[in-house]
């Protein structure tokens, strides 16, 4: 199946994922600009009409450079709404995004029909995050176009399936757009994600160490000195399971190697579930694939080195198929 044009004529096959807090229109633009999906959650614009200014921002900017740029456009950018029942700002946050013709929603922790329906109105696709094949089913069920598969090793709220075993399950119904999450930080791992039958690699830790992004500089610094061994998997914070730096865990005072479970029935996202700390400010999320990371840089470098990876694994394989003949 052709991929819809709102993800057809990346520069590579790449969402840069919404990260809560760090997301903001100047990562989002610079992405887009950099010929990537950039994406920011609806809740990272606060109060709620920050929000309509963000997507005017966003919108104008990506206008005014496609204008200047007829040959090389923007990529599409992306708002992620999380459907839960906790946001009381779901519908307003729709609506603004129904308003200003979000080409690509991606909806996380619930898939709600209305939504789907509503961001169709206008020509707007939807992606859902899973991390099983059952949820999967029930997001193209409720009217999602493509999904994005939360595999081991993701930053944030992540699953525990292997990426090669999440994608081959719902390759065997589903051929419609899928984004691959989990360790992908460089570019020989998107090319891996196509591989093994992904249409896109879904990054992003590795954006948490640019110039753009709204990030503590010591959470930036510490994306770049750790690795895939200093990732802790825990539900403590949020009440969802997800992917955390240890080192920041341990500045608040407790043993990642020893954490309480937490309650799932109280998720809160925000506001610490039920750890007296905030946990999108305190304590760090991050992806097991931050080894690939060797340095702050603006948010375009991030994307040439990966575009250069990428093609240069592909003239890789390209080099051993011949090689073969």
């Not at 100047?26 to 950039?38: M, S, Y």
């Not at 570019?187 to 992004?213: H, K, N």
């Not at 895939?228 to 403590?236: E, F, G, R, S």
């Amino acid at each position: 199946m052709a991929l819809p044009q709102q993800l057809s004529k990346l520069r590579i096959p790449v969402i840069g994922s919404p990260l809560f807090i760090i997301s903001n229109p100047d990562l989002v633009i610079a992405q887009c600009k950099a010929g990537i999906v950039g994406s920011f959650p609806a809740l990272n614009a606060r109060p709620e009409p920050v929000l309509e200014e963000w997507l005017k921002r966003i919108t104008e900017e990506l206008d005014a450079y496609n204008q200047a740029n007829p040959d090389k456009p923007a990529a599409p950018f992306a708002v992620n709404q999380i459907v839960h029942k906790s946001n009381n700002r779901l519908m307003h946050d729709v609506e603004m995004c129904v308003k200003y013709k979000v080409p690509v929603v991606i909806t996380s922790l619930g898939a709600v029909k209305e939504v789907n329906d509503a961001i169709h109105s206008y020509g707007g696709i939807v992606l859902h995050d899973i991390i099983n094949n059952r949820f999967a089913k029930k997001a193209i069920e409720k009217g999602a176009d493509g999904l994005i598969a939360v595999a081991a090793g993701a930053g944030g709220h992540a699953g525990t399936l292997s990426p090669f075993a999440l994608v081959q399950e719902i390759r065997e119904w589903f051929d419609g757009p899928l984004a691959l999450s989990g360790s992908i930080a460089s570019g020989g791992a998107v090319l891996a994600a196509e591989a093994m039958g992904a249409d896109l690699g879904y990054i992003g830790s590795a954006f948490i160490a640019t110039e753009e992004a709204n990030a503590d500089e010591r959470y930036k610094k510490a994306i770049v000195d750790y690795c895939a061994d200093d990732i802790v998997y825990t539900n403590l914070f949020t009440g969802v399971h997800g992917n955390y730096l240890a080192p920041s865990i341990e500045a608040a005072g407790m043993d990642p190697r020893n954490l309480p479970e937490s309650d799932p029935s109280k998720m809160n996202f925000g506001s610490g579930g039920n750890s007296d700390k905030k946990a999108w400010k305190d304590i760090w999320g991050c992806g097991q694939g931050i080894g690939a990371v060797k340095e702050i840089v603006p948010a375009a470098k991030m994307v040439d080195r990966l575009a250069g990876e990428y093609f240069a694994a592909k003239e890789r394989i390209t080099g051993f198929a011949k090689a073969a003949e």
